[in-house]
């Protein structure tokens, strides 16, 4: 998580806490070390975030601190109820436990009347959920998008030929039945689409393609039409 991600989700987490939350408990929701929380906190105090408290303690947010209004229309927040629904059929538990928090973020500071509509389950995304893939962790693939980092993988295709893949991860589509990754596949020298399903072990390359990712995805875009199979 990037620090200014992390700065937030820090405040928000202050913000709904019932008592003081100590650098351990904050550490632990976010998976940073307890060092990084005291920094993290520092820099939001020395911002004149009104955090009061101190280690062993625990941390709380003074009472009158807010976040800019969140202003939402009818239709804007039954499109968010929907898309948080959908997530709930992906096989990316990350995404899945994302879209509960944020489902509570937003209940918590919308109008009563829209509040209603994230517990009252009046829309359904309906159909069976894609199996969460054995040997790929989809929340590290969407990491290695952000941060523009290759991934070494072991890769099965239809017909059962075994290769091993290093690529340069540019998208994640989410189909009823998988996730497939969309990438540089250096292997290939072109993009290619790897089924998560098929995958056999993937995990971060010592190696980054900083600066590339918008170029490769432009080119990605311009050749939907004649995608080709990994």
């Known amino acids: 998580m990037r620090k ?4 937030f989700e820090i405040i928000q987490i202050l913000r709904l806490a019932r008592k003081p939350v100590t650098a351990a408990e ?3 929701q976010l998976e940073v070390t307890v060092r990084s929380i005291y920094r993290d906190i520092a820099a939001l105090q020395g911002m004149r975030v009104p955090i009061e408290g101190g280690r062993g303690i625990g941390y709380i947010l003074r009472p009158g601190f807010t976040l800019p209004p969140l202003m ?3 239709e804007e927040t039954e499109a968010i109820v929907l898309a948080l629904a959908l ?3 992906t096989g990316d538990t990350g995404l899945k436990q994302a879209a509960k928090q944020v489902n509570r973020k937003i209940a918590g500071v919308v ?5 209603g509509l994230f517990s009252d389950n009046a829309l359904h995304a ?3 959920p894609a199996p969460v893939p054995e040997a790929v962790d989809l929340a590290m693939v969407r990491r290695a998008i952000r941060d523009e980092q290759k991934l ?3 890769y099965r295709d239809e017909l059962g030929r075994a290769t091993e893949r290093t690529i340069r991860p540019i998208a994640l589509i989410y189909y009823s ?4 990754i969309v990438a540089w596949c250096e292997l290939r020298q072109a993009i290619r689409n790897f089924r998560a399903d098929r995958v056999e072990h993937c995990g971060p390359a010592d190696d980054f393609f900083h600066g590339q990712g918008e170029r490769l995805r432009a080119l990605w875009v311009q050749g939907w039409t004649a995608s080709e199979p990994a």
């Open 126 to 128: 309906w159909g069976s």
């Open 87 to 89: 997530l709930e059929r």
């Open 152 to 154: 070494a993988l072991d």
């Open 26 to 28: 904050i550490a632990a």
């Open 111 to 115: 109008p009563p009347p829209l509040a």
């Open 4 to 7: 200014a991600s992390r700065l």
């Open 177 to 180: 039945q998988t996730a497939n």
């Open 72 to 74: 939402l229309s009818i």
